[in-house]
């Protein structure tokens, strides 16, 4: 019984950290349609500028844990603008086929820099140590993983569905002649929707710098895009197809 | 619906002429590589990437299907293959034959549930099914898990033909990819293929014809993958192993890496490509750390600037069909 | 030096009996370094091996002596059918005569094929498979740094010694992470121990939490980690997290490398104990080579034991060739000459590479300092065992390689 409590705490912890590592995906395939291949590589992105905040510039985890993501963020909205941008209008799967190849750029960049082995970081020392729950031993950082993993999904729904900014990016998404129409910059809307997601996903690589050593390793990233696709897939199937069947 | 090819494929019935030319053209080089010097072993491995290459095309460039799990084929036909050479101890056509059976019959597997989606839904099921697939095979003891089926033993075909003999072993692969290049390019200019293109074009108007299209389109998948097996089975005869880099989600990402640089829906352009990519990853691989990186660049490049891929811009600038 | 003088008198005289055939003695070698240089181990082997291949070419002293030898190295990208046809092209078109680093030992295994049926050589220092030195053997391979029988012989035996005598195993769900989790509960129970309970988990996990909470609960004082690279880093990582280390329990890697230890960092990997035969810092002759590798390699890495392996590999092989005075390329001849000549170098010290090509070294049981233990920058182990090379390796008896003779 007491394994049970333990294994679906665990199952919680798990489940909220995936949660917020595949909004990111799933904003920008809802938004935009695209599948982000490099969804893996700039998740790794996030982790590794938190590192080199740490050991270049002596920024620790908590401003990192904002610094990072509008960095990487900022590093997407380039991206978007200089290359995604020229493929509006083309089938969507050469989205999935760019990002790809970002992806492999990205990842090998990193490799030959800073090795495959990954690089170290650690808790911060407020979130070290753990309780005694009397069925498991919770590592307070995981408490907090979930928190904030929590928190952050409720700011982004709010974000998108519950604001006036949320609104243009979902009209301008849905309907981009008539929303330009109405004076809204159609293209910045896009831009800063990529952006998020990225961030988004930058986010979550800070957020996993501390625990999963992996992450720090370029290649590996990947294997998380996998289960987040078939999550994104299984949790928007419908409304999202965009497409006349 | 836009297409995903750029390459315009007429839907009119057409004229054959110049890639007939470019078919004997293509066939004659081939033939007399063995007396150039050239290295076969490099020529042989780029032909069954290139046949591969045709499979996949075959499905994204008439069936408008971007398969993102095609490793999966050439896996499993190269695993039953060779497990069939080293440890039943067949004789290569059987093994052939029984390798190509087992990628026919995933074909059905997966094409049963894969067919059912378009567009980003398809290629991510047939990814999910190949990195199903690839867990299964890291598992399964008759693979060897990471260590792959080595030392696998060549024999003769149909009892004569030596396939330990690099000379002998070129013009059996050589001859297969004609068969399978041949038989691609029946397949797209017969009434079968003609449905395809149409549905391609707008599946709506197809279906309003009176056309089963969910019938055509799971045919087509189970024919490419077939032939992707086939490609398999033929490149465990040069490679002398089979491991699991064959069914890596990797893989599938070079197979339409290799077709997008030749060209998306373009007859010729899947050989070419193939030739180009497994050019540069043994001419690269002197340069070490960069491989993946230059891979990315050419991808990259080739989405923005270059979507018709070598053969359809040369096609395009002449104003051919090749 | 007696050596070397018969050698050179024994060529003289050839030379002198008149006939040019003795007098064209081919003094030209290639080595081709086959590794990963972009994937997963280039931090292990890589660039890092190409070095130590130079090195050891500078140092032999060859040049001097009218020898030519040329290194080239390539990338095999993990991947066994690229890896055999470089392999192929280099002993066709290259001519190369001697395949040195060859990790993966998917990889390994294809080139190992293919060096047997071209009779060429394989000196392999990377791959952890021991099936290379047994049932797949070839008279064309020596296998010289380590293999999975070895590390989990000497962690296994050498911890039970020191007093963990129950076990807990999380092994990676796959036949890798099986087959080292039975070399190791063989030893452990040999050696008195007990293995009181294991969890399998899948390949590439990201998260070991709930392996780990059963390990901790398990109450083991050995927590034997039978799998390999990122999902070692993470347990090894999590378990920190955990307090396992700091809960008493201790844990024991069976495929770890100094690079893992430097990409944890010291407050996460110390305690932990793991087996290697080569440390930069073990003795007067590992510290002056390494000093040398470090000031001329990436990121000042001090060498990895693959890499050191591929020094000590080529020193022997070079030693057999001048013994040969020439070279005949002629790969089992060669490698029979090597297998005759016991080996010294000042990386693995005296040994001999055995009938089955299994090279034979001492092994070191190593556990990694505590922060404030390292003096200096990869200051990392301190030697708690060590087991002498007649014991830390498959025994031929237990042999299924049919170059052993029974």
């Known amino acids: 019984m007491q394994a049970l409590y333990a294994q679906l705490l665990v199952g919680l912890i798990n489940g909220s950290f995936y949660a917020l590592l595949s909004l990111g995906l799933a904003v920008i395939f809802g938004m935009l349609n695209i599948i982000n291949f490099a969804h893996g590589a700039v998740y790794m992105m996030g982790a590794f500028v938190a590192y080199f905040l740490l050991n270049l510039a002596g920024i620790g985890y908590w401003p990192a844990l904002i610094i990072a993501p509008v960095v990487v963020g900022i590093f997407g909205m380039f991206l978007e603008r200089t290359m995604l941008k020229w493929l509006s209008g083309l089938d969507h799967l050469y989205g999935l086929l760019l990002t790809f190849g970002l992806a492999l750029i990205i990842q090998g960049v990193f490799q030959n820099y800073f090795g495959s082995s990954g690089l170290p970081y650690s808790i911060p020392d407020e979130l070290k140590g753990g309780m005694n729950l009397g069925f498991m031993f919770l590592p307070i950082y995981r408490g907090w993983v979930v928190v904030f993993s929590l928190i952050v999904c409720l700011l982004t729904w709010y974000l998108i569905e519950r604001t006036r900014l949320g609104a243009y990016l979902r009209a301008a998404t849905e309907n981009p002649t008539l929303v330009r129409a109405f004076g809204v910059n159609v293209p910045r809307m896009i831009t800063l929707t990529y952006g998020l997601g990225v961030g988004l996903a930058a986010l979550a690589g800070v957020l996993s710098a501390p625990i999963n050593q992996k992450y720090f390793y370029p290649e590996a990233s990947n294997t998380v895009v996998f289960v987040l696709m078939v999550l994104v897939l299984l949790v928007k199937p419908s409304g999202l197809t965009g497409r006349a069947a | ?322 | 030096m007696k050596n070397r003088i018969s050698a050179v008198l024994l060529a003289a005289a050839l030379a002198s009996a008149a006939s040019g055939a003795a007098f064209a003695q081919d003094k030209t070698i290639k080595i081709g370094v086959l590794t990963d240089n972009s994937g997963l181990y280039s931090d292990l082997g890589g660039a890092g091996s190409t070095l130590a291949a130079q090195m050891a070419v500078e140092d032999s002293g060859l040049a001097a002596k009218g020898w030519k030898i040329d290194v080239i190295s390539a990338d095999h990208q993990n991947k066994p059918d690229i890896a055999t046809n470089i392999a192929r092209q280099w002993i066709d078109v290259e001519k190369v005569d001697i395949f040195m680093d060859v990790l993966n030992s998917g990889v390994a295994l294809a080139v190992n094929n293919l060096v047997k049926e071209k009779n060429s050589i394989m000196i392999n220092t990377g791959a952890a498979s021991s099936d290379l030195t047994n049932a797949q053997c070839s008279p064309n391979t020596v296998h010289w740094v380590y293999d999975t029988y070895m590390l989990a012989n000497s962690t296994g035996q050498a911890l039970v010694k020191a007093g963990g005598d129950t076990w807990f195993f999380l092994t990676a769900d796959y036949a890798f992470g099986a087959a080292l989790e039975r070399d190791t509960t063989a030893v452990v129970t040999k050696a008195g121990g007990k293995v009181i309970g294991g969890v399998k988990h899948p390949l590439n996990t990201a998260d070991f939490s709930s392996f780990l909470l059963q390990a901790q609960a398990s109450k083991a004082k050995i927590i034997g980690m039978a799998n390999a690279g990122g999902d070692t880093t993470n347990t090894i990582k999590q378990a920190s997290e955990f307090g396992i280390v700091a809960g008493g329990q201790k844990l024991a890697g069976l495929l770890l490398f100094i690079t893992d230890v430097h990409s944890l960092g010291l407050k996460v990997a110390q305690g932990l104990n793991f087996t290697e035969t080569f440390y930069w810092d073990l003795n007067e002759g590992t510290r002056a080579f390494s000093k040398r590798f470090s000031a001329r390699a990436k990121n000042k890495a001090v060498p990895s034991m693959v890499q050191a392996g591929v020094y000590s590999g080529l020193i022997h092989y070079f030693k057999a060739l001048e013994a040969m005075s020439g070279n005949p390329h002629d790969g089992a001849k060669v490698v029979a000459k090597m297998k005759e000549m016991p080996t010294d170098d000042p990386l693995f010290g005296k040994g001999t590479i055995r009938v089955d090509g299994r090279k034979i070294h001492p092994a070191y049981l190593f556990e990694v300092k505590k922060p404030e233990e390292s003096k200096s920058p990869w200051d990392y182990y301190k030697v708690v065992g060590t087991t002498p090379g007649d014991q830390a390796f498959r025994p031929l008896s237990e042999s299924s390689c049919p170059l052993v003779k029974k």
């Open chain 2, 1 to 322: 619906m836009t297409a995903i090819t750029e390459n315009s494929i007429p839907v009119t019935a057409r004229n054959t002429k110049d890639e007939m030319i470019a078919f004997g053209l293509m066939t004659a080089l081939l033939l007399v590589v063995p007396l150039t010097g050239v290295y076969p072993f490099f020529v042989m491995q780029a032909l069954c990437f290139a046949l591969l290459a045709c499979a996949f095309n075959l499905l994204i460039g008439y069936g408008g299907l971007l398969s993102f799990g095609h490793a999966m084929f050439l896996g499993t036909a190269g695993y039953i293959t060779a497990h069939a050479l080293k440890v039943w101890g067949l004789t290569p056509e059987l093994a052939i034959l029984v390798g190509t059976a087992g990628a026919a019959g995933l074909g059905i597997v997966t094409g049963v549930v894969a067919i059912r989606r378009q567009g980003i839904y398809f290629s991510m099921i047939t990814l999910a099914l190949s990195q199903l697939l690839y867990f299964i095979y890291l598992q399964t003891p008759f693979t060897h898990g990471e260590d792959g089926i080595q030392g696998i033993p060549q024999g003769h075909l149909f009892g004569i033909f030596n396939l330990a003999n690099p000379t002998i072993l070129y013009y059996v692969v050589l001859a297969g990819f004609l068969f399978g290049f041949l038989l691609i390019f029946r397949t797209i200019n017969s009434p079968f293929g003609e449905v395809l293109k149409a549905i391609r074009e707008n599946e709506q108007r197809a279906i309003s014809l009176g056309y089963k299209t969910d019938q055509y389109k799971l045919l087509a998948y189970i024919l490419s993958g077939t032939l992707a097996g086939f490609a398999g089975s033929l490149k465990v005869f040069v490679a002398q192993n089979a491991s699991l880099t064959d069914v890596h989600w990797t893989m599938s990402g070079e197979i339409v890496l290799m077709t997008l640089v030749g060209g998306l829906g373009t007859v010729f352009g899947p050989v070419v490509g193939a030739f180009v990519i497994i050019a540069m990853q043994q001419y690269l691989a002197g340069f070490g750390q960069w491989v993946t990186v230059i891979q990315g660049v050419i991808f990259v490049v080739c989405v923005l600037t270059f979507r018709r891929g070598v053969v359809g811009e040369i096609a395009h600038h002449f104003r051919r069909s090749l």
